[in-house]
């Protein structure tokens, strides 16, 4: 058990919807990220926050955003969703947020859409 | 598009054998990670290098980096049924936060 949990496990939903994906991070850690793995694309980083403030942007298209709040969990929201955005959304987090730590991952968010 | 680009994408090995996965990589790095990923679940670090590093070991893992030809390994010796898994490596470069995760090596060990 990694300590990084994120809900839902799966979710389903159809072109044009809005979802929100939720992570909570290691007990200590301060820095969450959020990644997208798809057959075609691998493992892409799409953004990383770090106690509270972005710290790091990848591959995240403008329809996604994301947030940390203040008790340092995350949020992932995408919108306008498309049928290339069936993926597993994956958050990770690290104590301080130097790419050299480790980071531990959840289990992911498989969405599908329909 | 990938940082690092790892060969084989797949090896099937039978239980007991080494195994060997490469890693090569684009641009100077800081520091280079290795993960592993069971189905369907989140990554899991195993080990990493620092690029002063030349060979870091860890249990059945040896890890080498070789930073003038833009590469590692990752051996596992004595592979076992559990070792089954997906690897990836993933490297830090310059002054970015960013990690960047290749393409990774799908390893069945044979029981």
């Known amino acids: 058990d990694s300590g990084v949990t994120q809900t839902p496990k799966h979710l389903i939903t159809a072109t044009g919807q809005r979802v929100t994906l939720r992570c909570s991070p290691r007990s200590g850690d301060l820095s969450v990220y959020w990644y997208q793995q798809s057959l075609d694309q691998g493992l892409q980083f799409l953004i990383q926050y770090y106690n509270g403030e972005e710290r790091a942007k990848g591959n995240i298209l403008e329809r996604f955003s994301a947030q940390q709040f203040p008790d340092l969990h995350s949020e992932l929201n995408l919108s306008s969703l498309e049928l290339g955005d069936s993926a597993l959304y994956f958050c990770a987090s690290s104590p301080g947020g130097a790419p050299y730590q480790p980071q531990h991952f959840g289990d992911g968010t498989r969405l599908s859409i329909l | 598009s990938q940082q690092g680009e790892e060969d084989p994408q797949a090896l099937s090995i039978q239980e007991g054998e080494n195994a060997t996965m490469n890693c090569s990589y684009k641009?100077?790095?800081?520091?280079l990670q290795w993960y592993r990923q069971n189905s369907g679940r989140g990554l899991v670090h195993l080990i990493l290098i620092r690029s002063n590093e030349r060979e870091k070991h860890s249990g059945r893992l040896r890890v080498t980096l070789d930073t003038s030809k833009k590469s590692s390994s990752l051996l596992i010796t004595a592979s076992r049924a559990a070792d089954t898994a997906s690897y990836f490596c993933?490297?830090?470069?310059?002054?970015?936060?960013?990690?960047?995760f290749g393409s990774g090596t799908r390893l069945l060990v044979r029981p």
């Open positions: 641009t100077s790095i800081n520091n």
């Open positions: 993933a490297t830090d470069v310059d002054s970015s936060y960013k990690l960047i």
